[in-house]
T-cell receptor, first 115, second 111 residues
Framework: GAVVSQHPSWVICKSGTSVKIECRSL??????MFWYRQFPKQSLMLMAT?????????EQGVEKDKFLINHASLTLSTLTVTSAHPEDSSFYIC???????????FGPGTRLTVT | QKEVEQNSGPLSVPEGAIASLNCTYS??????FFWYRQYSGKSPELIMF????GDKEDGRFTAQLNKASQYVSLLIRDSQPSDSATYLC???????????FGTGTRLKVLA
């Protein structure tokens, strides 16, 4: 149980384009989903927290107009990186909570490369 | 600022030995504590969580929590080369669903 999927697993896009990443909880209802970013050899950085049906809460320094998060249902959250630039290239990972307690279950991640 | 600290390592142990990973946290009101394993290039995988003082065992893994001293540890018995990874400690501060992550300890199990 507690399986979280992400799609796509990797994506290459041109500078200035937008990219959408999907995060799904496959076997439980995720009341809260989290989006993280991780640069090579660094720790996870929380970008935002989202609850189903409400606006995401962004961490300090994260541009909400650039990283659009939608949590439309209890099993799906999306992150859209708008007008992507090379510095947005990173490993984006979602997690979902709601199975029980406060445990977060992570998706496999999406590796974004902006050229 | 709420912090979670881990020794970055690498911690090297021989195959079959016990690996001991430690984590300290600053928010005394923290309620939930988690250990994740992350292989290079992969996302974190939940290994253990612990909410109460004391020990919690699951297979080769034991999590230990001491709220008075504000530390949580992970013991890996009979360490295997496949256990070589970065181990992340995460703490759930009081009043929030978010985690504060430590920077991780890199474990190397030598065959």
């Amino acid at each position: 149980g507690a399986v979280v999927s992400q799609h796509p697993s990797w994506v290459i896009c041109k500078s200035g384009t937008s990219v959408k990443i999907e995060c799904r909880s496959l076997d439980f209802q995720a009341t809260t989903m989290f989006w993280y970013r991780q640069f090579p050899k660094q720790s996870l950085m929380l970008m935002a927290t989202s609850n189903e049906g409400s606006k995401a809460t962004y961490e300090q320094g994260v541009e909400k107009d650039k990283f659009l998060i939608n949590h439309a249902s209890l099993t799906l959250s999306t992150l859209t990186v708008t007008s992507a630039h090379p510095e947005d290239s990173s490993f984006y990972i979602c997690s979902a909570s709601g199975q029980q307690g406060y445990e977060q279950y992570f998706g496999p991640g999406t590796r974004l490369t902006v050229t | 600022q709420k912090e979670v600290e881990q020794n970055s390592g690498p911690l090297s142990v021989p195959e079959g030995a016990i690996a001991s990973l430690n984590c300290t946290y600053s928010d005394r009101g923290s309620q939930s504590f988690f250990w994740y394993r992350q292989y290079s290039g992969k996302s974190p995988e939940l290994i253990m969580f612990i909410y109460s003082n004391g020990d919690k065992e699951d297979g080769r893994f034991t999590a230990q929590l001491n709220k008075a001293s504000q530390y949580v540890s992970l013991l890996i018995r009979d360490s295997q080369p496949s256990d070589s990874a970065t181990y992340l400690c995460a703490v759930n501060p009081s009043g929030t669903y978010k985690y504060i992550f430590g920077t991780g300890t890199r474990l190397k199990v030598l065959a």
